[in-house]
């Protein structure tokens, strides 16, 4: 059976996971653990013969296309060839690492573990901007030609446009949400202008401390879904927390370690906010499109309640007219 647009993963039984995982040579022990995901499914799963667990990736129906999946591969194993801790997905014996099993396309990957990032510790931050000055050194040498670009248009207008013509903004709230929404995009634009020039490239797109985990090897990086062309700030700006004066602080530590691999224009520092805010429109966009999943009213139960858009209404206020 093709999986259900609203409900993509209702025929992805423990049983199909095991025997498409089995499908590729392996030997599955029966010991299946789902891991936190919400976009995708993933799993890990036990091997036979004291054999290292594996984790299954499923990706969910309709979201990417082959081509843009496969493209996040290749720049995996791009990084890996060129040395950086990427977890990459299995290659087969015939060279493939998207396969497909009824009806649900899936990777595997091995298992890493390790612990959270510590965003209070310095020098953590500093090998951070190695380790992301090292994955822009080889995003920078070519552009993808399948995966997104950030830009204003798709993470800032489809997502308002989809907010508004789906009617998730309540009717108390959704002149002053227009308003404010529309002028903070003018905004924007205006400081994409007036930074100028920016290069886009390969990027992560996503790194926050849920995709980082830390060994004593230092950093790696266990997804690459959300890869994408954009400015370089990107991967940057979500590392950085507390007030002005930490922040400024933590920049200048990531900084000094990205620039031992990488230049980096100082010009995408304006562009911290605005991204900032089309990531406030964009998870907003992205949790709406999710709404009939199951998955999400259970694990998002504060989405889409008076008092939630409420507080996005002011922080989009705040955006537009930071104090």
Not at 7 to 21: E, G, H, K, S
Not at 230 to 253: C, H, K
Not at 254 to 275: A, C, K, M, T, V
């Amino acid at each position: 059976m093709k999986p259900n647009e609203s409900t993509p993963y209702a025929n992805l039984t423990p049983d199909l996971i095991l025997n498409a995982v089995e499908s590729m040579g392996f030997f599955c022990s029966g010991s299946l653990l789902a891991l936190n995901s919400y976009e995708n499914r993933v799993y890990q799963l036990g091997l036979e013969d004291k054999a290292p667990p594996i984790i299954a990736k499923f990706y969910r129906p309709d979201r990417w296309s082959n081509d843009t999946i496969l493209e996040e591969h290749q720049f995996a194993l791009e990084l890996v060839s060129h040395e950086l801790p990427i977890v990459a997905p299995w290659v087969s014996p015939d060279q493939k690492t998207l396969h497909e099993y009824q009806g649900y396309r899936f990777a595997l990957f091995p298992r890493w573990g390790g612990h959270a990032l510590e965003l209070d510790s310095l020098d953590q931050l500093e090998w951070m901007g190695r380790f992301i000055g090292r994955l822009h050194a080889v995003g920078a040498c070519r552009s993808f030609q399948h995966r997104p670009v950030l830009d204003i248009k798709t993470y800032g207008y489809q997502s308002y446009h989809f907010l508004i013509e789906h009617d998730f903004i309540p009717d108390s709230i959704r002149n002053n949400y227009s308003r404010i929404v529309e002028a903070l995009l003018q905004k924007i634009e205006l400081c994409f202008q007036e930074a100028g020039s920016i290069q886009r490239i390969r990027l992560h797109g996503d790194i926050h401390v849920g995709n980082i985990l830390w060994n004593d090897a230092g950093p790696h990086i266990v997804d690459l879904d959300d890869c994408m062309m954009g400015p370089a700030v990107q991967d940057i700006w979500m590392l950085l927390s507390g007030n002005e004066t930490q922040t400024r602080l933590e920049l200048e530590y990531i900084l000094s370690g990205y620039r031992e691999f990488h230049d980096f224009n100082p010009r995408e520092l304006q562009l911290i906010e605005p991204l900032r805010s089309l990531r406030m429109l964009y998870y907003s966009a992205w949790l709406a499109k999710r709404w009939g999943d199951p998955a999400f009213p259970r694990s998002f139960p504060w989405f889409n309640t008076p008092q939630y858009w409420e507080e996005q209404l002011r922080y989009l206020q705040d955006q537009l007219t930071p104090p």
